[in-house]
């Protein structure tokens, strides 16, 4: 597919109501350095111009080459054309911390600017030699406030042309913009079929702010993932009566509620299938369907349950630091 047919949404508190693709290749998880990097010119090869990494992905540097051999070989022939996103990691959460942050992902990509900055998760973590899943005595007080001062600092440097976060429930967006003199343009979640967020999308479409889903297929055979997407008895009916892909329906209906998307595959055939969502629409027996659907959250299975205010639900839904998408 030429990326001229893929859609795209603007972010309104960006500089310059920046255009952002509404489908991306997501690199959490990554394999190793060259085969991130081939995965990334193949997808720009397919049409995409939108990529998501993290500090925390280990992505970024191949990300970086890719682009660069990207434009030598003329697969592209400006930064421009590319829609860039990355993301602060936790322990990195401090008003003093978020610039150097930002320069040291600017560094790694080789890049002078990212399109899009995002607050990865709204907890702080303490320097020292923790390992996935945090402890509690890792954790420390967020600083959002701070935080996010340094955020709009970021972008005002030129050094971002949007911010927005990840991870975010309606509580946490309620607060950011009690005060927030520039509004997040993105938050980004896990949503799918199997996890609808239909109160986050609701809200975030009143408050004007775009939804990114990460894990749209359920990230089945990571660690933490789950093959409840792809395995879905009614995704499968409703695949057979439009001749496509679980994978595909799902991105579609993700498309259809105003979602943009990050989704991970290295696979060239999946990639280009991923693409093919754009000529073709789900019908109302489809979104009866798909509601009837059983809700179940993924990113919710380490002992970190003392951080229940993570989610507006009233569970104490534990977050194990090492699905990080």
């Not at 280990?58 to 030598?72: N, R």
């Not at 239909?198 to 093959?227: D, F, H, V």
């Not at 990113?299 to 630091?321: H, K, M, Q, R």
Request: charged share 20%; glycine share 4%.
């Amino acid at each position: 597919m030429s990326s001229s047919k893929v859609p795209h949404v603007v972010l309104q508190s960006s500089s310059n109501y920046r255009n952002m693709p509404v489908i991306g290749l997501g690199t959490a998880s990554s394999s190793s350095t060259d085969v991130t990097r081939e995965a990334i010119l193949e997808a720009i090869k397919l049409g995409y111009r939108h990529f998501d990494t993290a500090s925390i992905y280990g992505s970024e540097h191949p990300l970086g080459e890719a682009i660069a051999e990207a434009l030598q070989r003329d697969l592209i022939k400006s930064r421009d054309e590319l829609f860039i996103t990355s993301k602060l990691w936790c322990t990195d959460n401090f008003p003093h911390l978020v610039l150097r942050a930002l320069q040291k992902t600017l560094e790694s990509l080789k890049l002078e600017y990212l399109d899009l900055y995002l607050i990865h998760w709204p907890i702080a973590v303490k320097s020292g030699n923790w390992n996935f899943p945090y402890p509690e005595e890792a954790l420390t007080t967020f600083d959002l406030k701070g935080v996010w001062k340094a955020m709009e600092e970021c972008q005002k440097l030129g050094l971002t042309k949007c911010i927005g976060v990840s991870n975010f429930s309606c509580k946490n967006l309620e607060n950011l913009l009690s005060f927030a003199s520039i509004p997040p343009s993105v938050n980004q979640v896990e949503m799918n079929p199997t996890w609808q967020q239909k109160k986050l999308r609701a809200y975030c479409q009143e408050k004007g702010i775009i939804l990114t889903a990460y894990s749209p297929l359920g990230a089945a055979g990571s660690m933490w993932g789950s093959n409840n997407v792809v395995d879905n008895e009614l995704l499968k009916e409703i695949a057979v009566t439009h001749g496509k892909s679980i994978a595909q329906v799902s991105l579609r209906w993700l498309y259809e509620m105003g979602v943009t998307i990050a989704v991970k595959s290295f696979n060239k055939e999946r990639m280009k299938q991923n693409l093919e969502i754009f000529d073709w629409s789900l019908t109302q027996d489809d979104y009866e369907k798909i509601d009837r659907i059983k809700q179940k959250q993924m990113a919710n299975n380490g002992p970190v349950t003392f951080i229940a205010d993570l989610w507006d639900e009233a569970l104490p839904f534990a977050i194990n630091l090492l699905s990080i998408s």
